[in-house]
């Protein structure tokens, strides 16, 4: 019986999605609640799982493609059982409507029938290539813009799949070597110059022995450039939208402080191994800053505020949102009552979410309502940065490397480890003088730990 694979509802606003990617291709088995398609939005990607055991009959969204919530997706057969791999190989997918692909595949079949009764060509197969490897979406598209045969290629995916950063390499190899991959040129009073397979370059072609402006342009050797267009994902343009909306709405101003990080360092080294062993989770310099601007927030309450109309509202809760780098760009989960966790509980929440973000496993719901935000571009080696807020909200806090530098201490000079950290804020509703007190009173709480557990 035939079951269709729906989009499920992925959170409060959200209407349409775009298809990333499929994890099975058409006629292969699929068990129940096994991950089949990859969903990206505005907020978020998830993975759909598939209802019921059986066979992907037939694909009805492509990576690329829209669809709105509550659209089919594909087609399951529930309790069909698939062919085996070398006949499933063997067939044209239903998907594969190019004509070179369908080519391919019909020439595969033909060969490894051949093979039972005379010896193999090699003008159908290359010498040590065996039936055709099965396509994921993405390769099977690679392989009709380039006009290569799926045999020619090694395939590296689970199962003996293609895939399309086996083709992307291949094509690479190819114009190292010199050798051609770019589909034949058009039929046309102009003629194609290879730049790169993404890229070619039409140039009038002159009449035979006629030199004229219709001459071909002498290109330098080497590797060919190489150019390739991809579409922006829902989560991207997202990205992209809000950058540019916080520029423009906002009057955002950044200072900057130095934190002296050794009392932090220093507890992390004596309790690191005692922490691990009784929570599972490392002790990271991340919870200190959430605990150090919980305690700023509430001295300059302006900065846990946002602008509505003509009317400012305070938030009286802190709900700090943390970015951390995702599978598909920078995303902000955001940790909900922070000021009520333990050091233990916010290192566990960073954890949970940062492996779930690299995963493309995020709920939308969680990436919504921050009351604040921190960004930590120290993991990545940046010493210095001025972070852009996250509107509606009035302040992001920028962390940054730690770096040993040599400071003046009781009228010395002592190398310590410090940090550089940067406090953007809307000017709007943050005056100066609030934004340096702020950014000062989380210098003391990480320079002086215990101050947080006393509240001092």
Known sequence: MPVELKVPHVGESVYEVT?????????????????????????????????????????????????????????????AVAATPAAAAAAPS????????????????????????????????????????????????????????????????????????????????????????????????????????????????????????????PRPSGRARRREVVRMTPLRRRIAERLVE?????????????????????????????FLERHGVRLGFMSFFVKAVIEALKEQPALNAFIDGEDLVYNHYYDIGVAVGGGRGLVVPV??????????????????????????????????????????????????????LNPPQSGILGMHNIVERPVAVDGKVEVRPVMFVALTYDHRIVDGRESVTFLKRIKHCIEQPSRMLLEV
């Open 19 to 79: 298809v990333a990617e499929w994890f099975k291709a058409e006629g292969e088995a699929v068990r129940r609640d096994e991950p089949l398609v990859s969903l990206e939005t505005d907020k978020a990607s998830l993975d759909v799982p598939s209802p019921t055991d059986g066979v992907l009959v037939r694909i009805l969204k492509q990576p690329g493609d829209s669809a709105a919530v509550g659209e089919a997706l594909a087609t399951i057969e529930e309790g």
């Open 335 to 388: 940790i909900r009552d922070a000021d009520r966790l333990s050091f233990a509980e916010i290192e566990l929440t960073i954890r949970d979410f940062a492996v779930r973000a690299k995963k493309n496993k995020l709920r939308p719901d969680e990436l919504e309502g921050g009351t604040f935000t921190i960004s930590n571009g120290g993991v990545y080696g940046s010493m210095l940065s001025t972070p852009i």
């Open 94 to 217: 239903a998907a594969a409507a190019a004509a070179g692909v369908r080519a391919s595949a019909a020439s595969a079949t033909a060969t490894a029938s051949a093979a039972s009764s005379s010896s193999r060509s090699d003008t159908d197969v290359p010498p040590g290539a065996v039936d055709a490897p099965r396509l994921m979406p993405a390769a099977r598209n690679l392989l009709e813009k380039h006009g290569l045969r799926p045999q020619d290629i090694t395939p590296t995916g689970p199962g003996g799949r293609l895939l399309k950063e086996d083709v992307l390499r291949h094509v690479d190899l190819a114009e190292v070597s010199g050798g051609a991959v770019t589909a034949p040129p058009p039929a046309s009073p102009t003629r194609a110059v290879t730049q790169g397979p993404f890229a070619p370059v039409a140039e009038a072609a002159s009449p035979a022995g006629v030199p004229g402006d219709g001459a071909a342009t």
């Open 246 to 274: 916080s520029q423009r709405t906002t009057a955002s101003l950044t200072t900057f402080n130095e934190v002296d990080m050794s009392a932090v360092v220093a507890l992390r080294k004596e309790f690191k191994e005692a």
